[in-house]
């Protein structure tokens, strides 16, 4: 167990000392870097499509593209000296830039926007593993976390709809599954999971926070917060799970 993001008042190095965050641009990821920075992290690796933002003391911007492997590739490159001990990928699509999405019923499937959001929601997440995975410690706590969604949740699915942002984060979460099973025989304290933040006030969620009810719309700080403290009383038992906001477990 850890006091993520916060410094720690037994006057221990506050953890982690190193970070990477990859959707650093958008509400949630801000957020994450700046609560990580404020509570102590010395080195917060901040991933964008422009690679030029958020700034601050201990941040370091970098780019990558989702659907660029490459990239990905680079960005880990440039963390081999000074290894992150979390990473964070704080990235989704719900609706795509031109619109389409998220669909209601079966009758408005089309295999282009699928996709499209299963490379943005699952297969950019797992280049993104396949790179960075190797990083985390292989001695002592390391992290690996990816915002996911309770709509992932096929047990949990009473409502339907929204196919293919449900199927990419179903997808998601049986990645993080399989990961969280292949590190634990080399990095017996990882912990690999899923994260849902509830709904946040950011431009995914804009266009459904209507009728929404009071005090479950949360600001990306708030949100930030929420996540650092969950993942901070997580242990490697909890790897291979994804869990809300409150830190309850969504079953698969």
Known sequence: MSDVGHSNSDGSAPWPATAAVFGASGGIGRALCEALAQGGTQRIYAGSRAGKEPAGEGIIPFAFDLQDEASIAHAASIM????PQMIIIATGV???ADGRGPERTYKR???ATMAEVL?????????IAKHMLPLLPREGR????????RVGSISDNGLGGWHSYGASKA?????LKNFALEMARTHKDSIIVGLHPGTVDSALSQPFQKGLPEGQLFTPAKSAAHLLGVLGGLDASD???VFDWQGEH???
């Open 80 to 83: 081999q000296d000074t290894l």
């Open 250 to 252: 969504i079953p698969a």
């Open 142 to 149: 390391g992290v690996f976390a990816a915002l996911s969604a």
């Open 94 to 96: 719900l609706t795509l």
């Open 109 to 111: 499937l089309d295999p």
């Open 171 to 175: 997808a998601l979460n049986m990645l």
């Open 239 to 241: 790897s291979g799970k």
């Open 119 to 127: 490379a943005l929601n699952t297969i950019g997440p797992a280049m």
